[in-house]
């Protein structure tokens, strides 16, 4: 949850301009990902943490957009809504109706 994708679609959805409800948490998709899938990920958090316990200023940005690019994957993210997501497009019309179909709302 702690994603880009995350972020955006709850920028996107969010009930009130200030705060965030539980009923909008539950909107979010989560995708039903396989662990071998999961562990990279977990990988890149853990390296991440170590790093950030060393040194809070450390520059963790690399590893970041890595996790970034996977969770687009995970997503089924077209590049146009990697765009929206990135901030290198504007989401006037509202978050794309996406066709990706190994993620849920959680309920």
């Given at each position: 949850m702690n994603?880009?994708?995350?972020?955006?679609?709850?920028?996107?959805?969010?009930?009130?301009?200030?705060?965030?409800?539980?009923?909008?948490?539950?909107?979010?998709?989560?995708?039903?990902?396989?662990?071998?899938?999961?562990?990279?990920?977990?990988?890149?958090?853990?390296?991440?943490?170590?790093?950030?316990?060393?040194?809070?200023q450390a520059?963790?940005?690399?590893?970041?957009?890595?996790?970034?690019?996977?969770?687009?994957?995970?997503?089924?993210?077209?590049?146009?809504?990697?765009?929206?997501?990135?901030?290198?497009k504007s989401?006037?019309?509202?978050?794309?109706?996406?066709?990706?179909?190994?993620?849920?709302?959680?309920?």
């Amino acid at each position: 949850m702690n994603s880009s994708v995350a972020h955006e679609f709850l920028r996107v959805h969010h009930r009130s301009n200030i705060h965030l409800y539980p009923d909008d948490w539950k909107k979010l998709p989560i995708p039903e990902v396989p662990m071998e899938k999961q562990t990279p990920i977990v990988k890149l958090v853990d390296q991440i943490l170590a790093v950030k316990q060393k040194d809070l200023q450390a520059d963790t940005s690399a590893l970041e957009r890595q996790i970034d690019q996977m969770a687009y994957a995970l997503y089924g993210l077209t590049p146009e809504e990697i765009e929206i997501v990135e901030g290198k497009k504007s989401c006037e019309a509202g978050w794309p109706q996406h066709s990706g179909k190994n993620y849920q709302t959680q309920v």
